[in-house]
């Protein structure tokens, strides 16, 4: 049985961690298969959308331990840096449908979606120091949401605490009961498919570089992305479309009333 399953339906590619035993561990294998799936993804227009989620109770229950204090191995590897990394430089929006826990690595891979949503009753967490580890990597992911205040108790007390808590430190959009998960998804995934996809890809770019630009040499470089933008067959179609009050080329026919 893989252990990353996915589905594409309507330009949405459903990605689901499927590694129950295990509890979603981010083992060799289960980064191997995923890496593959996201590269696929990239590089197939068919995909507007990805959105990852799990089986079972666990959305990602971090590093495989197992693995880690084993000295064994062999086969093809994937570097975890990578793999977060991906997803920011992705052209594609990603989704996170976090249908279970989230603690350790997971909570790297919960930071690293350009949106998310968790069930209220899943149970976040930095827990490596309770393991004689510190959350390392995903740092670089999660920082940049926290408020200082909120990072020093998380990542020094490895407490778990809920979704809700999660959601109010910037860590996930939103918490919701489990029988509303669905819907809080399908709407974020039908906003992101009115978007141009040249024009999702470009503001992924603005919010990955910008920051860390000084001003005058990032206005520089919007004002010449903008001009760009503009002169786009994306921005002519689009532009077009809402000026004669229709549906861009890319966007989902509307539903039938």
């Known amino acids: ?16 961690l499927n590694d129950v035993e295990r509890r979603n561990a981010l083992s060799r294998d289960l980064l191997v298969e ?15 959308v990805v959105v990852l989620t799990n089986a079972g109770t666990t959305f990602c229950a971090g590093a495989n331990l197992r693995e880690q204090s084993s000295a064994s191995g062999g086969g093809r590897t994937v570097d975890m840096a990578e793999v977060f990394a991906r997803f920011r430089t992705s052209p594609k929006p990603y989704v996170g449908r976090i249908a279970g826990h989230c603690v350790a690595g997971g909570m790297g891979l919960a930071a690293a979606m350009d949106l998310s949503v968790a069930v209220d009753d899943a ?27 909120d990072a020093r108790a998380a990542f020094l007390r490895g407490n778990r ?5 999660a959601a109010r430190m910037g860590l996930i959009n939103a918490a919701v009961p489990a029988d509303r998960l669905d819907a809080e998804v399908d709407a974020i995934v039908a906003d ?13 770019r603005l919010l990955a570089e910008v920051p860390g630009m000084p001003v005058d040499e990032a206005f ?3 004002q010449q992305l903008s001009a760009d933008l503009f ?24 539903p039938e009333s």
């Open 1 to 16: 049985m893989a252990l990353v399953e996915s589905s594409l339906d309507g330009g949405v590619l459903t990605v689901t």
């Open 34 to 48: 995923l890496v593959d799936i996201l590269d696929a993804a990239d590089a197939d227009d068919a995909v507007r």
């Open 123 to 149: 149970k976040f967490g930095f827990t490596e120091v309770r393991l004689g580890v510190a959350p390392a990597m995903i740092s670089v992911l999660c920082l940049p949401k926290l408020r200082e205040v």
């Open 161 to 165: 605490f809920p979704a809700t808590e």
């Open 192 to 204: 992101l498919l009115l978007g141009g996809p040249g024009a999702l890809a470009a503001s992924k």
């Open 220 to 222: 520089a470089w919007t």
């Open 231 to 254: 002169r786009s067959d994306e921005a002519r179609a689009g532009m077009g479309a809402y000026l004669e009050k229709r549906r861009p080329p890319w966007a989902p026919a509307a």
